[in-house]
């Protein structure tokens, strides 16, 4: 049996865990802020932040040496990461969907 997380790979993994939590903080609030503020350079900046969560994801999948079924749940997360936002985006216009917020409803 392998160990899951090598003694040297520990910080690799603390930080690259840590940093999964940031960025993906990071282009949600981006994601949003972009739908209220239609810049473009908000836009990228969400997406740019969604790539260090990829590249985040790729650190602690090789330091934790993921195989099989954990492999598979990181891919299911970074697709969550992805998507969650846009949901929530659509879940809040469409609960406070009266007159005043037409304009966000527009954008959409």
Do not use: R
């Not at 040297?8 to 960025?23: E, K, P, Q, R, W």
């Not at 949600?28 to 590249?55: C, D, E, M, R, T």
């Not at 997360?77 to 406070?96: D, E, K, N, Q, S």
């Amino acid at each position: 049996m392998i160990q899951p997380v090598a003694l040297s790979d520990f910080f690799i993994t603390f930080f690259a865990s840590a940093l999964i939590i940031l960025a993906g903080a990071c282009y949600a609030l981006l994601f949003a802020w972009s739908k209220v503020n239609s810049h473009f350079y908000i836009k990228l900046a969400a997406y740019l932040s969604y790539g260090v969560l990829i590249v985040a994801v790729l650190l602690l999948t090789q330091a934790a040496n993921f195989t099989g079924y954990w492999l598979w749940l990181s891919v299911v997360m970074v697709m969550g990461y992805f998507f969650a936002p846009m949901g929530i985006w659509y879940l809040c216009v469409g609960t406070h969907s009266d007159d005043s917020h037409k304009i966000l409803e527009e954008k959409l």
